[in-house]
């Protein structure tokens, strides 16, 4: 009987400070020869424009595990992570970063659980080390308010470390949208899914890729993607702005017609106009943020462009 293989996928962009460190952990953790499994180590190159290729190719020469692709230019962690499912040939893929701040250690765990029966084993953070005390806490509140807006529970203080089984590494790679949300994604497709605990490490070199503008636009595309609530909201607002205007309508007419005392004018009407103009801007930029939406997916342009890749059957470059 051959022995299962477990994929690890490694996104990457501008990690050439900390790519070799991590190889070599992984190696360590994971690649001793005593382990009953195969492995393979598969980088993606999201278009660094370090050094960061020029040590993957470096590591596939003197490692046949390790397999890469590259990007023709930088198209998002997440794309990223499309591409690595499509190329990954395990029977389970392991997702983590290339920073070391995903443990190796934790990916025994996971494939603990993975031979218990679970599809789905993702990484919960017990603790963050390394980050400030904003980020921690507007993480939080992010996933409070994705769980009051989606209908399917994402489970909190998550990111896209986990292992997933071949079976919903297929399913996923049937889901093409443009506008990406991995750790959406995998809860909404099912199967059997638990938790595994775990201590979030702080960045071992470089800087974060997900600077405060990145985590804002990411947490607009979890919750555009997975809840049509902000459309609603827009809508239950216009009918609020529909009853406020009818009373001021109301009001008007009884100062007009049963007092002596007509509405002054000047200052209701602008605080009126000021009022309704803002709420119908709101709620424009709300449906303006789903056409763009369709837009993106209507085009359907692919998710990344490959210039090289190696380790593979039919390699670029």
Known sequence: MSLPCISLVLPCYNE???????????????????????????????????????????????????????????????????????????????????????????????????????????????????????????????????????????????????????????????????????????????????????ERQARQAGESKYPLFSMIRFALDGISSFSIAPLRFATNLGFASIGLSMLGILYALFMRLLTSIWVPGWTFLVITLLFFSGVQLFSLGIIGEYVGRIYREVKGRPLYIVEESQGFASDKG
């Open 16 to 198: 050439e400070a900390v790519l070799e460190q991590t190889y070599t952990r992984l190696v360590e953790v994971l690649g001793r020869e005593e382990q009953d499994w195969e492995l393979e180590i598969l980088f993606v190159n999201d278009g660094s424009a370090d050094r960061t290729l020029e040590l993957l190719k470096q590591l596939r020469e003197q490692d046949e595990r390790v397999r890469f692709v590259s990007f023709s230019r930088n198209f998002g962690h997440q794309n990223a992570l499309a591409a690595g499912l499509a190329y990954a040939g395990g029977d389970a893929v392991v997702v983590m970063d290339a920073d070391l701040q995903d443990p190796p250690e934790t990916v025994l765990s996971f494939i603990e659980r993975w031979r218990e029966g679970m599809h789905v084993v993702y990484g919960q953070r017990s603790r963050r080390l390394g980050e400030s005390g904003f980020k921690r806490k507007s993480a939080e509140w992010f996933y409070r308010c994705l769980n009051l807006l989606s209908e399917i529970p994402i489970p909190r203080d998550t990111g896209d470390f986990r292992l997933i089984d071949r079976k919903v590494v297929e399913e996923l790679k049937r889901m093409p949208e443009q506008d990406r949300f991995f750790r959406g994604m995998v809860p909404w497709v099912g199967f059997n899914q638990c938790a595994v605990a775990y």
